[in-house]
């Protein structure tokens, strides 16, 4: 079996959050032009089934994230600019795996947790498209009220963080109590 490179993963992952949050049903006669077996009835199967037909692995980490986003009503969409930061001293501060709501974001980083900063209350599940969900777990100065920054990592992934950049995207905030 081939492993997902990361480019194929973020493209994966860009088209099962679309078709989650689209949620848009294939008809069975359509479906079965674009593969013609299995039969597929929506779009989010057609996407995994194709992934698995390609020999592709599918890490644990995309399936969390298809159950938390199809199973998780959007409590509202917001247009915010998302940023990218590493657990470094120059860019946090002296304890840079320690969040403001006290979690060790590195641990929980190599857990498959991913987390982010954002001026919406701690737990809060947001998905991010071209990233996943992540949960609040950090602040920002207050001037960035309306920005998202996804933590990416160590000093190992400042490049990804990098080419990651400054995006404005629209994003789901997720019913928490939904979960």
Excluded: H
Excluded at 10 to 25: C, D, E, Y
Excluded at 77 to 82: D, F, G, L, M, S
Excluded at 155 to 163: D, T
Aim: charged share 20%; proline share 5%.
């Amino acid at each position: 079996m081939q492993s997902v490179d990361s480019l194929s993963r973020s493209f994966l992952i860009v088209l099962i959050a679309a078709i989650t949050i689209t949620s848009v049903k294939i008809q069975s006669a359509s479906a079965s032009v674009l593969m013609p077996t299995p039969v597929f009835t929506t779009a989010l199967e057609l996407a995994n089934d194709a992934i698995q037909i390609q020999g592709f692995v599918v890490p644990e980490k995309i399936d969390s994230i298809l159950q938390v986003t199809a199973n998780t009503p959007v409590k509202f969409t917001k247009r915010v600019t998302v940023t990218a930061y590493n657990s470094v001293p120059w860019q946090t501060d002296s304890t840079p795996c320690i969040s403001a709501d006290g979690s060790n974001i590195c641990e929980l980083k190599i857990k498959g947790e991913e987390s982010c900063a954002a001026a919406l209350p701690f737990g809060t599940k947001i998905n991010i498209p071209g990233f996943g969900v992540c949960t609040v777990r950090d602040r920002l100065a207050p001037r960035f009220s309306n920005r998202i920054d996804l933590y990416f990592g160590g000093a190992e992934k400042i490049k990804a963080a990098k080419q990651w950049g400054k995006r404005a995207l629209l994003v789901d905030v997720l019913d928490n109590k939904k979960i």
